[in-house]
């Protein structure tokens, strides 16, 4: 994937709050969270955190916010996101519909299908540098 320098995803981090200021901080399984998002590069370096973010807030939303505070991607470039993002020049979000996540193909199991599932195989394996990278940060 020519020109890609990283990947972003949102996490949610628990959290303890006064019950009276509770209530925005409760995500969409029930428990209190803020919603941190963090961007990698393949060395699996953290380039860009916007943390703080309510755990009701959308994923998008952060990343929308996090635009107007002055994260850049560089012109020519792009990080991959996840579905839950929208295609722009700027983020490759995977093919909707279509197998995606590592598990689906497994070691030994299906091959993709097809160009789309090729795609969104080597995707994943590219975006998983963000899910390793958040999982050694909240270890």
């Not at 160009?115 to 195989?121: A, H, R, V, Y």
Request: charged share 20%; glycine share 10%.
């Amino acid at each position: 994937m020519h020109n890609c320098i990283g990947a972003i995803d949102g996490t949610h981090v628990p959290m303890t709050i006064a019950s009276n200021e509770s209530a925005p901080y409760r995500n969409r399984k029930g428990t209190l969270s803020q919603n941190v998002m963090v961007a990698c590069d393949f060395d699996l370096n953290f380039v860009y955190v916007s943390a703080g973010w309510e755990g009701s807030a959308s994923d998008v939303g952060v990343l929308k916010s996090a635009i107007q505070s002055g994260f850049h991607v560089p012109s020519g470039k792009y990080y991959l996101v996840d579905g839950g993002y929208a295609n722009t020049p700027q983020f490759l979000a995977p093919y909707r519909g279509v197998r995606y996540h590592l598990q689906d193909f497994g070691r030994s199991g299906p091959r993709p299908k097809n160009p789309k599932e090729l795609f969104n195989l080597r995707h994943a394996r590219l975006r998983n540098h963000i899910e390793r990278t958040i999982g050694v940060w909240k270890m």
